[in-house]
């Protein structure tokens, strides 16, 4: 597999001569499977310039298989600017989390409808399908993906892609605790934590240091120390620090960063296998025999 980062932003678009090498746009990850195909986490503001890239492509992949982990408006926001979603030769399947509220379709129409956009979704030009995800596995192509619930505000998804002896889990908002410290849960008492077992490569939320996160308990997001015992619970081979608030500057990100390899380290971990996710980081993950983190 091959992962590129559109965007790593949290909570709301962060554009700025401050915020330039980590980037300012939201949530979208873009994933090319061992066959060539592609699929798409989250649709931020991220992916409106992956949606540029794609029609620079000699041939697009059909159908655009997009997945929402929920509908907070920084992963869905890009829908509206996504060029293929305007382009009548494309199919697109968005995944998403369900709800007793309303349909998934109806849930993203509120945001793709008056007075917050031009069109609707009925108006796309594109062949566009909705389909919920959760507690589903199916296969795309030659990969495995499997949805899971996950604890963050309102329905939210985390997925998990396998492919020819490589994985990835992408949980980007997650409370895995809920002000508990992990070190004091047991496995089956941690969110996600069978989802992100063993993963070659972990994309885990990472929003706030422990200090910030006293003032938000309950918010949906990971302290520093969270997602650091997280990624070292589920022996995750890689991790990638993702949904960086909007208050971090690219000096803040650059010292967060340095900590956070430092406590990697004190659990046993080797710091280079933990990053923070910066647009257009590109990584590839290829099959290898288990080794110690």
């Known amino acids: 597999m091959k992962i590129k980062v559109w965007g790593a932003r949290g909570s709301i678009p962060a554009p700025g001569p401050e915020t330039m090498r980590y980037g300012g746009n939201t949530s979208c990850v873009e994933v090319t499977l061992s066959d060539g195909s592609t699929v798409i986490l989250d649709a931020g503001t ?3 310039n992956l949606g540029l890239a794609l029609g620079g492509r000699d041939s697009i992949q059909q159908p655009i298989n997009i997945f929402l982990t929920h509908l907070h408006l920084d992963h869905i926001q890009g829908l509206m600017f996504f060029a293929p979603a305007f382009r009548p030769e494309s199919e697109i399947v968005i995944w998403g989390p369900a ?10 129409a509120r945001y793709i409808s008056a007075p917050l956009a031009p069109v609707e979704v009925r108006e796309l030009p594109s062949l566009v399908s909705f389909r919920e995800a959760d507690t ?4 795309i192509g030659p990969a495995r993906i499997r ?5 963050h505000r309102g329905p939210t998804l985390g997925y998990r892609i396998d492919d020819c002896g490589t994985s990835l889990c992408y ?6 605790g809920l002000g508990a410290p992990l070190s004091e849960l047991a496995d089956d008492w941690i ?8 993963a070659s490569m972990l994309i885990h939320d990472c929003q706030y240091t422990d200090d910030e996160y006293r003032a938000h308990i309950g918010w949906g997001h990971s302290p520093s120390s969270d997602a650091i015992e997280f990624a070292n619970r589920v022996g995750a081979q890689q991790v990638l620090m993702f949904h960086h608030d909007p208050l971090h500057s690219d000096e803040f990100l650059d010292r967060f960063s ?3 390899a430092a406590r990697w380290r004190e659990l046993g971990g080797l710091s280079e296998r933990v990053t923070f996710a910066a647009e257009r980081h590109e990584l590839s993950l290829v ?4 080794q110690a983190v």
């Open 99 to 108: 709800s007793p509220e309303a349909s998934l379709r109806d849930r993203v």
């Open 258 to 260: 340095t900590d956070v």
């Open 147 to 151: 949805a899971q619930a996950v604890n």
């Open 287 to 290: 099959a290898a025999p288990a």
């Open 46 to 48: 991220g992916i409106r």
């Open 171 to 176: 949980i980007p908002d997650h409370e895995p």
């Open 191 to 198: 969110s996600g934590f069978e989802l992100a077992q063993g």
């Open 136 to 139: 589903v596995e199916w296969e």
